[in-house]
């Protein structure tokens, strides 16, 4: 966790850690397979190990830049932004940790999320849908709680997270199809068993994302209340905002699926999903956590 005055979770730092290793070990089995199924020699070893850390680092590298184009969201200077700027910067000072660049995207979906590799080089992005809906103080819960993300620096372990898993689903797809045009039986064989592992890698970057991803909003949530010191604010957007995206159309939410998991709120109406597959605790929870909160500090 970055030093900074957030309140410190060691579950979420154990799960991380857990989740790191976990997905450090799919790597490692995930690039020897590639290196059997593609033959074993020198040659092989080298195209592994380039597919694997040239994803890796560009994942890492270009994390913010992608999040924010995904949502064709515009980095926003203070002076087009006065009100947002002046928000982040108090909770930035409160929390004393750096100032992440600050965007909006022009989308009716109200939400907000954070991306980055570190605290110094994230963005926090928050959407025109939720800027008309909230209030200032509700708007305030919403970004101490994405800030919350870039300190905890749990942002960093699921976009890093998300790597193996979409490589895995790019083979998933396309592998068998690669495969096909491989007359010798032992490249059919090769490219089958990369076609299984896959399948398998997938599944276990799945289970562990969804596993940290709704952890992290929970002890997003405290963080975010305990910085701000009003939890009833920070319940109030989040109810507000479930609320409100059961009426965005399915098509719409459906385009945010490449950052859905780093949303503030779920991107789904009662439609889109079951509870399992779901990035986000159940909304019940998050608000019976911050009522414990708000009465833990007295909030009237």
């Not at 570190?118 to 849908?129: K, R, W």
């Not at 819960?141 to 870039?150: D, F, K, Q, S, T």
């Not at 319940?235 to 009426?247: D, N």
Request: net charge positive; glycine share 8%; charged share 15%.
């Amino acid at each position: 966790m970055a030093r900074s005055r957030f309140r410190s979770d060691r579950g979420l730092t154990l799960r991380m850690g857990g989740v790191t290793f976990g997905l450090g070990l799919l790597y490692v089995v995930f690039g020897l397979v590639l290196f059997f199924a593609l033959g074993s020699s020198p040659g092989a070893a080298v195209l592994v190990l380039a597919i694997v850390l040239g994803l890796a680092w560009g994942q890492w590298y270009f994390s913010d830049t992608l999040a924010l184009k995904s949502m064709r969201a515009q980095v926003v200077e203070p002076h087009q932004a006065p009100e947002l700027h002046a928000m982040i910067d108090r909770l930035c000072a409160l929390a004393d940790m750096p100032k992440p660049r600050v965007a909006v995207a022009d989308t009716d979906i109200p939400n907000a999320f954070a991306t980055g590799r570190t605290p110094n080089h994230s963005a926090v992005c928050v959407t025109t849908g939720i800027l008309k809906r909230l209030t200032a103080d509700e708007l305030e819960g919403v970004l101490a709680h994405e800030l919350a993300h870039v300190a905890n620096r749990d942002v960093t372990v699921m976009t890093v997270a998300s790597t193996l898993g979409l490589l895995a689903g790019f083979i998933t797809r396309w592998g068998m199809y690669l495969g096909a045009g491989r007359r010798d039986r032992n490249g059919a064989i090769g490219f089958l068993i990369v076609f299984l592992v896959s399948i398998v890698v997938y599944a276990i970057s799945f289970v562990l994302t969804r596993s940290l991803s709704r952890y992290r909003e929970l002890s997003a949530d405290r963080s975010g209340a305990y910085i701000t010191g009003r939890p009833s604010q920070l319940a109030s957007a989040l109810s507000k905002i479930s609320g409100e995206m059961a009426q965005i159309p399915s098509r719409d939410l459906r385009d945010t699926g490449a950052v859905s998991a780093f949303f503030f709120a779920p991107a789904l109406n009662r439609d889109s999903v079951s509870a399992m597959f779901s990035t986000h605790p159940p909304l019940e929870k998050r608000l019976a956590q911050l009522a414990q909160i708000s009465a833990e500090l007295g909030e009237q």
